[in-house]
């Protein structure tokens, strides 16, 4: 399990858990923002392609842009990667 | 009710509670029976550094006397005083230490038990009435941690939809019925009864502990704190 | 501030760090463990009437750890999450966590981060302070101390405020800044001319840490520096009495003796100036160790009675 960011405006938190299923990664998104589904697949497939298989990632949004995005997904792995996760 | 019925329906035979400063002291038998000391805020007054220290002052000299009698808080504040000269001298500090004479007193085996009649507030609401282990109310007493139009401008809703949502959850929107859902409020009394009587009752009814989450729960105002407390305790014994 | 700094550390802002940052930075290496964390989303049943996000630990990271070997019981307050304000689940997990502490016979410490009562759930979260409020005495009676560490974004306000009040033991920063009304509250009540909430430097002379420090409103007062807190908590932790009537006593005193010396002050200032320090206009400009040796001798010492 690892958790990052925070629920604030222009940021996130994203929370990952591990799953069985190596050959998929679940996200589940909460946001208030509105029409903004395409920008939300563009990041996650580029997130995806980098291998992020057997995670379950739940997604708290207070607004953030795509980079936020980006880098908070990128730091989750990151820690889901290290020795104590 | 205004303080002097009250009075003369809690005293029937006579008392000693004076106004003073919008602080009450003082003392009385309750019903003819039982005595009690009492402290409060009335006239609908700001509590501030001033009357803090001296309604714990009050407190105090009740604990230190030999004879445990009930103390009994009436209450019909505003919130805190609202100033630079009170966060000047640390208004928190001051509050902190009347509702921690409240709870000493109550540790010592002196019954606390607040009657609010008239509004409260905020931070002088924390202090008094929400400090002493049994919170009574009558009917028309208005509680509140902010008004309505003042929650409209801080969360940049509408009044009437913020009304709108206040008749669906008690959860935010003042009022003596809110809290008694929440579980603050341990008990609403009947004016029209015997006021003195049903005091006394509660005095005889201590509660064990802190039960307002669970009385929350069970009235439907609070939904998850008390199982919330309780999962926590359970995590902590097991972790 | 002064540039001049011989640490050959990093330091680590408290003010700038997360709740979970500081709780890492505070405790042992690895002795945290956290109940009800976010996997368990125990979030805000409320905030989604007011079409706001919740967060997944509601904005209070509560656990066990140890404290340099010392186990406590320790609560983070998330300030940039909704203002680190209490509301129901939140507020919850913090009476959950003291009465735990009291069952389990240790001490607690409180990151507090807090503007005071969230508005969207403001009774249950009014109601939740003064649950925490009566946990903690029963924790403190009981003997064990209750430390508080205030110096975050949100500062510590309204019943937070009077949370702290009832520590037993506060460690401040410069950032820190404590009251029951803030600086907003009484402009929007009271007008400008009463408290203009846009000029800062009225507000840290009124309500911030060092302030509080000099008054005797805090016992510690720390530069924003994870590691600093970290020695303060543990120096603050160690050989404290339980609170009592005649500590109450002892701060009845105080409190007593503090509105009869400066009661007539008008600005922070005034109080700093009636208190001895040389020259109170200087204050605010101060590093922490020139303020440290300026004030050390004049400042109004809690001595425990709190």
Redesign the interface.
Known sequence: ?A?VG???SG?L?A?F?RTDDESACRVEI???AHGFQPLWEAVLRDFVARGAGGLRI?I???GARPDMVALRLAQGLRLMQGPEA | MTHDELLSKLFPASHNVIVQDGLVFGGGTLGGSQPVHVIGVAERSFLGVEGAIALAKHVLSAVKGTARHPILVLVDSRSQHMSRHDELMGLNEFLAHLAKCLLLAAAQGHRTVALLYGGSAAGAFIATALACDTLLALPGANPEVMDLPSIARVTKLPLEKLQEMAAATPVFAPGLENFAQTGAVAQTLDPAGDLAAQVLEALSRPPASDERDRLGAERGGRPRAAEIATKVCREAKTA | MSQATTKTQRRVSWFEATARQRLAALLDPGSFTEFLGPAAREISPHLALFSLPAQFDDGIVIGKAKLRGHEVFAAAQEGRFMGGAFGEVHGAKLVGLLRAAKAASRDAVLLLDTGGVRLQEANAGELAISEIIRAIVDLRTGGHSVIGLIGGRAGCFGGGGIIAGCCTRLIVSEPGRISVSGPEVIETNRGVEEFDSQDRALVWRTMGGKHRYLTGGADCFVDDDTAAFRAAAIENLAGRTPLTVSVLEAEQARLKARLRRFGTAKDGSEVWQALGVTNPASVPGMDTEEFLNAVRAVRESADDAR
């Open positions: 399990m958790i925070v629920v604030a940021n938190e929370l858990e909460s946001t208030a739940s708290n949004d207070g």
